[in-house]
């Protein structure tokens, strides 16, 4: 009986606080958080933009908003495959490992309040194909947004 009421409180832990070292690599695919609770149908108060750099096939992605926010995860995408990988990430990011790349995705690291994110990364050789940055950014565990699109680039 005493097993259960810990299983209990553990899972009910996860749900209030999320995952507060990062997305993990299930959410590789939709970008949903496994927070288990749905996300948020309005619309995001948080901006996802991505701007090439004067270093060729790099871009700067940015998460900001009004009010801080306590995760993230940001994929840049051909279509529905990840691809590229970010480099040099701050001291509060992780790298993630999604579809058949290293470093394809970038989490948080820690859940402390953030209210700016900026992240550099690199595309593949020779890519001749559009990107598009996706976030899911979560103001806290209950309360996310996914799959929010920044600007589309062409390389």
Same mark, same amino acid.
């Given at each position: 009986? !005493?097993? &259960?009421?810990?299983?209990?409180?553990? *899972? /009910?832990?996860?749900?209030?606080? $999320?995952?507060?070292? $990062?997305?993990?690599p299930d959410a590789c695919g939709d970008m949903i958080p496994q927070?288990?609770?749905?996300? =948020?149908?309005?619309?995001?108060?948080? =901006?996802? @933009?991505?701007?090439?750099?004067?270093?060729? $096939? =790099?871009?700067?992605?940015?998460?900001?908003?009004? +009010?801080?926010?306590? %995760?993230?995860?940001?994929?840049? @995408?051909?279509?529905?495959?990840?691809?590229?990988?970010?480099?040099?990430?701050?001291?509060?990011?992780? &790298?993630?490992?999604? %579809?058949?790349?290293?470093?394809? /995705? /970038?989490?948080?690291?820690?859940? *402390?309040?953030?209210? +700016?994110?900026? !992240?550099?990364?690199?595309?593949?050789?020779? &890519?001749? +194909?559009?990107?598009?940055? !996706?976030?899911?950014?979560?103001?806290? %565990? %209950?309360?996310?947004?996914?799959?929010?699109?920044?600007?589309? !680039?062409?390389?």
């Amino acid at each position: 009986m !005493l097993a &259960l009421k810990v299983a209990v409180l553990v *899972s /009910a832990a996860c749900l209030v606080h $999320g995952y507060g070292s $990062g997305a993990p690599p299930d959410a590789c695919g939709d970008m949903i958080p496994q927070h288990h609770t749905d996300p =948020q149908n309005s619309a995001s108060p948080y =901006q996802i @933009r991505s701007a090439k750099t004067k270093t060729p $096939g =790099q871009v700067i992605v940015t998460i900001k908003g009004p +009010e801080t926010f306590k %995760g993230f995860m940001v994929q840049c @995408r051909v279509g529905n495959v990840p691809v590229g990988k970010f480099i040099n990430p701050p001291s509060n990011v992780k &790298l993630v490992d999604c %579809g058949d790349g290293k470093g394809t /995705a /970038a989490t948080h690291n820690d859940k *402390s309040d953030k209210k +700016e994110i900026v !992240l550099t990364w690199k595309a593949p050789p020779n &890519l001749k +194909e559009s990107v598009t940055c !996706l976030a899911t950014v979560a103001k806290n %565990g %209950g309360v996310f947004w996914v799959n929010q699109k920044a600007n589309t !680039l062409t390389f």
